[in-house]
């Protein structure tokens, strides 16, 4: 199994940044490609970015020009740089992976989430 932790959510002013991490682990794995998704409060969860093994990116439209992700493929972590915070970013952030288990094949594994409230 792979385990996700996100870490890094928190109350900021808008126009604020913050800078969500996570990490995965656990035993005989490789991960392709990771993303962040949000579910703000209720909606519904929506994808956010995403970053292949090689570091090509995507953003929702809604994002572009204010967020931007990197992983760190040594540590099997992956972060979500947000800058110009606005409202409507708020939300719980997940994480998610896509990773080969040794024996068990492929599989999209899940962080529990971190909240990130954007409000003055």
């Known amino acids: 199994q792979v385990q996700l932790v996100e870490s890094g959510g928190a109350l900021v002013q808008p126009g604020g940044s913050l800078r969500l991490s996570c990490a995965a682990s656990?035993?005989?794995?490789?991960?392709?490609?990771m993303a962040w998704y949000r579910q703000p409060p209720g909606k519904q969860r929506e994808l956010v970015s995403t970053?292949?093994?090689?570091?090509?990116?995507s953003f929702v439209d809604s994002v572009k020009g204010r967020f931007t992700t990197s992983r760190d493929n040594a540590k099997n972590s992956v972060y979500l740089q947000m800058n110009n915070l606005k409202p409507e970013d708020t939300a719980v952030y997940y994480c998610?992976?896509?990773?080969?288990?040794?024996?068990?094949?492929?599989?999209?594994?899940w962080g529990q989430g971190t909240q990130v409230t954007v409000s003055s």
């Open positions: 998610t992976a896509r990773a080969l288990v040794v024996g068990k094949g492929w599989s999209n594994y």
């Open positions: 656990g035993s005989a794995f490789s991960i392709a490609d």
């Open positions: 970053i292949t093994s090689e570091g090509r990116t």
